[in-house]
């Protein structure tokens, strides 16, 4: 079973910026889907952004053009750079392998994004 470990949130003001950071182990990282998706206190989890194996992405209407999701398959690290935060974006942020095969799909721990006014 593979596992996700999620670092770099934080606490920053609006407009500022954080990049969070996915290792991921147990898989062949390369031919992996690999998404960031966030849960505000009392909100149902959400996608944010996806990227492909081959690096094509997808992004949630609420941060496109702010937020750029990448990989480093050398690394096995997908990454999430987050710039002109809004306190609406404050959320535990979790990464995930997706897969059509239900236990092939795993999760991160979430790491938390406070963004103040």
């Known amino acids: 079973q593979g596992q996700a470990v999620e670092s770099g949130g934080g606490l920053v003001h609006a407009g500022g910026s954080l990049r969070l950071s996915c290792v991921a182990s147990?898989?062949?990282?390369?031919?992996?889907?690999m998404a960031w998706y966030r849960q505000a206190p009392g909100k149902q989890r959400e996608l944010v952004a996806s990227i492909l194996s081959g690096s094509a992405t997808n992004y949630a209407d609420s941060v496109k053009g702010r937020f750029t999701i990448s990989r480093d398959n050398a690394k096995n690290t997908v990454y999430l750079q987050m710039n002109s935060l809004k306190p609406e974006d404050t959320a535990t942020y979790y990464c995930?392998?997706?897969?059509?095969?239900?236990?092939?799909?795993?999760w991160g721990q979430g790491t938390q994004v406070i963004v103040s006014s």
């Open positions: 147990g898989i062949v990282f390369s031919t992996s889907t």
């Open positions: 995930k392998r997706e897969s059509r095969i239900a236990n092939l799909a795993f």
